[in-house]
């Protein structure tokens, strides 16, 4: 009998800490806590938007959970095994199934490659006519002509070749892409062809997304989930509709432009200025967030609030949202 994995993805308390130095000998190591027991799941199909600024660890937690960076603790089970526990050759036969697509295409393809071996990479233990063959089924299927086949990524503007990016992630049929800011270095008209066709290869292929943006609108129009992420912590996570349309962690309210917040003094610029104060080294306590938030108490300042469920789906990591 077959069991079918609720999750795809389960990500539990993932952490990755980066050594800092304290400037000051004999004071021991300094940690930049980058990912903090950072919790989630995806289902088969399902895409996770994972939003924050600039810094707060989105892009660590990606690349924890490929393992193209060594988490510092937690867990990660793809298909209920745990990658965690695996390594080297034993973590092989899960690469493909997982893949990767940059913000900059222009550095992550290799110019002196045509699209055929670029595209067609991964593909292990298959002749050059199947390999071919391949290559110019995924590429239709990104919206591209094989005639494309033997020319180098520099002939190509910055669309086409995150079309090529994409087309050598899912040559290899992953169940899993993370697209980390993967449109965000395109026009905005050209930013939403590639949402569409993602959208489109979700459709077909049945694949999930981790979908990290810091461009909360990209992240809405593609994502059935949102985890808001601040400073190496998940803050809120929630059904996309639910969360723009009412968010409930003091920090995605900020967030979220187009939300008044109710003290005049809590403006957004002011807010993005002052989070850089606090970074996540381990002299912290309490939330994260307290140092700018308008709505902290004391208990904020000294304790941790919990990623709680509050109902619809939702978890909130903030005391004075109450659990249902
Ligand atoms: N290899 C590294 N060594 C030291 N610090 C790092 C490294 N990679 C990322 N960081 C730090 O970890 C934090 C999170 O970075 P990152 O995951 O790139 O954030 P985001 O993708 O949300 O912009 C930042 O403070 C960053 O400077
Ligand atoms: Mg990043």
């Not at 493909?96 to 593909?123: C, H, T, W």
């Not at 996570?237 to 723009?244: C, D, H, N, V, Y």
Request: hydrophobic share 40%.
């Amino acid at each position: 009998m077959v069991i079918e994995m609720a999750n795809l993805l389960e990500v539990k308390d993932l952490k990755k800490y980066f050594p800092v130095r304290s400037g000051m000998p004999g004071f021991g190591q300094k940690w930049l806590k980058a990912v903090d027991r950072v919790s989630f799941t995806i289902a088969p199909g399902e895409t996770l938007g994972l939003v924050g600024e600039s810094g707060c660890g989105k892009t660590t937690v990606g690349r924890s959970i490929l393992r193209l960076t060594k988490p510092t603790g937690g867990r990660v089970f793809f298909r209920g095994t745990e990658l965690t526990a695996l390594n080297g050759r034993k973590l092989r036969p899960f690469r493909p199934k997982m893949q990767i697509v940059f913000q900059d295409p222009y550095s992550s393809l290799n110019p002196r490659m045509i699209v055929l071996d670029l595209v067609g990479e991964g593909l292990q233990g298959v002749n050059p006519q199947k390999k071919k063959d391949l290559v110019v089924a995924v590429l239709e299927r990104v919206g591209l002509s094989p005639e494309i086949l033997y020319h180098y990524p520099h002939e190509f503007s910055g669309g086409q070749r995150q079309r090529i990016a994409i087309a050598r992630a899912i040559v290899l049929q992953p169940e899993l892409l993370v697209c980390d800011e993967a449109v965000s270095a395109l026009d905005v008209s050209i930013q939403a062809q590639i949402i569409n066709l993602l959208i489109k290869l979700r459709q077909e292929m049945k694949i999930a997304y981790l979908f990290i943006s810091h461009d909360l609108a990209v992240v809405k129009h593609i994502s059935h989930r949102v985890a808001v992420m601040y400073l190496g912590q998940i803050m809120e996570i929630a059904p996309t509709g639910r969360l723009f349309a009412n968010p409930l962690h003091p920090y995605t309210k900020a967030l979220l432009a187009a939300v008044p917040v109710p003290d005049p003094e809590f403006k957004r610029e002011r807010l993005l200025l002052s989070g850089e104060a606090r970074r996540g080294t381990d002299m912290d306590e309490g939330c994260r967030f307290a140092p700018r938030c308008p709505y902290a108490e004391n208990r904020c300042h000294r304790e941790e609030p919990p990623l709680v469920a509050v109902g619809d789906g939702r978890q909130v990591k903030c005391f004075l949202v109450k659990s249902k």
